[in-house]
């Protein structure tokens, strides 16, 4: 017996010799490419396999060091308040700074009566600069006194600094978590269920739009949802065309191909855009449609019985709305028998 596996190495079993002399090999299954593909896209991320977790490292070297270095100096009060109260922040910064380089012609200096939160904005700023600090005379009198040391000396970075290197990180972690929650989401979704005998969604309805909402507006606000190549790999060269019923369809060049895994990432984009759009107020729903291979009409919404088709028209032309022969009988309404006030 000979021990053989396949290409990805994920199988492994035992063949005969004979076999093994005539080239017989052991092929990858479903589960092989199912990891495969997961693997390209947790490694898109820096996150490691799909088999283990680890941090999605996006914050640069520079970045890095230098929010060790506001980590040491500066607790988060001390920042919380300057983001609130710069001016005022920043005042109490430049006494300690010309304190500490020797500008006030003094080693001490004694602040005007304040706050608690302000004195303990002062004492924790005292801290950075390695200055002595400490509270006196009862309230509502009490006031920091602070003296210098040999020891002093002003921090690397300024408060703030430290407060925009602080918004970069965090700007960064939303960044990776938005982008994690991308790849898990299309993961899940592009393995948890079997592949369907129906023919798969290929394309966006965005509905009620308001009134004067032109394709320039939708397409200005939905452009970096889906331009993101490393975790939609279908959705490219998108297009946006308006039908009858204030709607727009949204849909990619791929479109034809309606398969399972476009209709994954068209269902993420469609969490995404509906609350773009409520957040915009540009329209009120987002869902899943299917339009036919010549991008003209859209004959399915996704959790809607659908009786007609409609036209896809571009913004500069009219439209065709086929509507049912029982709404196309139906007698006009006799007006003489409201009361119009």
């Known amino acids: 017996m000979v021990d053989v596996s396949c290409s990805c190495g994920r199988r492994e079993a035992q063949i005969m010799c004979f076999e093994h002399a005539k080239g017989k090999k052991l092929e990858c299954d479903d589960e092989c490419l199912r990891e495969q593909r997961n693997n390209t896209l947790f490694a898109a991320f820096n996150l490691g396999d799909s088999k283990t977790e680890g941090p999605l490292t996006l914050v640069s070297p520079e970045l890095l060091a230098q929010r060790l270095a506001v980590d040491n100096t500066y607790t988060p009060e001390v920042l919380a308040l300057y983001s609130k109260q710069p001016v005022w922040c920043t005042s109490i910064e430049l006494i300690f700074s010309n304190l500490v380089l020797g500008k006030l012609s003094r080693n001490s200096h004694h602040f005007s009566p304040m706050k608690m939160v302000q004195r303990q904005f002062v004492h924790e700023l005292a801290d950075a600069y390695n200055v002595f600090s400490e509270s006196q005379d009862p309230e509502p009198k009490r006031s920091v006194?602070?003296?210098?040391?040999?020891?002093?000396?002003?921090?690397?970075?300024?408060?703030?600094?430290?407060?925009?290197?602080?918004r970069q990180v965090k700007q960064v972690e939303e960044e990776k978590a938005k982008h994690q929650q991308l790849v898990y989401a299309l993961s899940e979704r592009q393995n948890s269920q079997p592949p369907e005998e129906r023919e798969h969604y290929n394309a966006l309805a965005i509905r009620d739009v308001f009134f004067g909402i032109t394709r320039d507006k939708l397409e200005e606000a939905t452009n970096d949802l889906w331009q993101d190549r490393t975790v939609l790999t279908k959705i490219q060269n998108c297009e946006l065309k308006w039908i009858p019923d204030n709607t727009f369809v949204f849909y990619s060049d791929s479109y034809q191909?309606?398969?399972?895994?476009?209709?994954?990432?068209?269902?993420?984009?469609?969490?995404?855009?509906?609350?773009?759009?409520?957040?915009?107020?540009?329209?009120?729903?987002?869902?899943?449609?299917?339009?036919?291979?010549?991008?003209?009409?859209?004959?399915?919404?996704k959790g809607e019985n659908n009786r007609e088709r409609r036209t896809l028209k571009n913004d500069h032309d009219g439209y065709d709305d086929e509507a049912p022969s029982e709404l196309q009988d139906e007698k006009p309404i006799d007006k003489s028998s409201f009361d119009w006030w």
């Open 145 to 166: 006194f602070v003296k210098t040391s040999k020891e002093s000396r002003r921090p690397t970075l300024s408060l703030k600094e430290s407060l925009t290197v602080m």
């Open 257 to 301: 191909e309606k398969s399972r895994v476009e209709e994954a990432e068209l269902e993420i984009l469609c969490d995404l855009f509906e609350r773009r759009l409520k957040e915009r107020n540009l329209a009120m729903r987002c869902c899943l449609a299917r339009i036919d291979d010549t991008a003209s009409i859209v004959y399915e919404f």
